[in-house]
């Protein structure tokens, strides 16, 4: 073997001796790859002996993969809270009326009708016959003519006057005439205390329910 080619390998081999006697990276593995004198190849991780070739090569060393990210915790659905909802319907108050009729008479009434009636509208005319029908005005009040009398020639509805009363006095006029029927119940009959029990009753459960139990 000549000189010349003896030192060419030599110098081709020592980066390769100069590399093998470095340590390797703490992250890296070290793999020698050795060349024999027959050629055959090696792979081992530790310097060649006695090898015509020796090659060094620096791996990265297997590493685990990184641990998976631990799945998010299942919160409980939170409960239901179940509210109990009331409705509250508060009745208005019962309205009174206090009516007064063409002659100035006064009563108390649930209803603002007035009393509706049907009532003869009077005229002249000729009486029917037998002088039955409705009683006419006094005589003297309307000049009719001579031969002629006043009749009914027909009929109206008319309604007595009625204006609601302030609750304030409802509850006073319901509790007056609740007094008035328990001093009329001891001097009563047998079938009006009935009627008297009854009425009470219902005086007594609209002062409840509209004045507060006044």
């Known amino acids: 073997m000549s000189v010349r080619p003896f030192l060419i390998t030599c110098l081709s081999l020592l980066p390769v001796a100069l590399s093998a006697t470095e340590p390797p990276a703490t992250d890296s593995v070290r793999i020698y790859r050795c060349v024999g004198t027959n050629g055959a190849v090696a792979l081992q991780d530790a310097p060649c002996d006695g090898a015509r070739q020796q090659q060094v090569l620096d791996m ?97 509805l008319v309604r007595d006057s009625c204006h609601a009363l302030p609750q304030q006095e409802v509850c006073a006029r319901l509790n007056d005439r609740r007094w008035e029927l328990i001093r009329r119940y001891n001097s009563a009959l047998q079938s009006e205390r009935q009627q008297l029990v009854r009425e009470q009753r219902g005086i007594e459960a609209r002062l409840d329910q509209d004045c507060g139990g006044a």
Do not use: K, L
């Not at 509250?88 to 007064?100: K, L």
């Not at 063409?102 to 603002?112: K, L, P, Q, V």
């Open 60 to 156: 990265q060393r297997p590493q685990d993969p990184p641990p998976r990210p631990a799945a998010p915790v299942q919160q409980p659905p939170a409960a239901v809270i179940e509210r109990e909802v009331r409705v509250v319907t508060v009745q208005p108050p019962q309205p009174m009326y206090e009516c007064v009729t063409a002659e100035g008479e006064r009563y108390t009434s649930d209803s603002n009708e007035g009393n509706p009636r049907w009532v003869p509208i009077w005229g002249f005319g000729r009486r029917p016959h037998g002088g039955h029908g409705p009683r006419p005005p006094a005589p003297g009040q309307h000049p009719h003519p001579p031969g002629s009398a006043i009749v009914p020639i027909g009929s109206t």
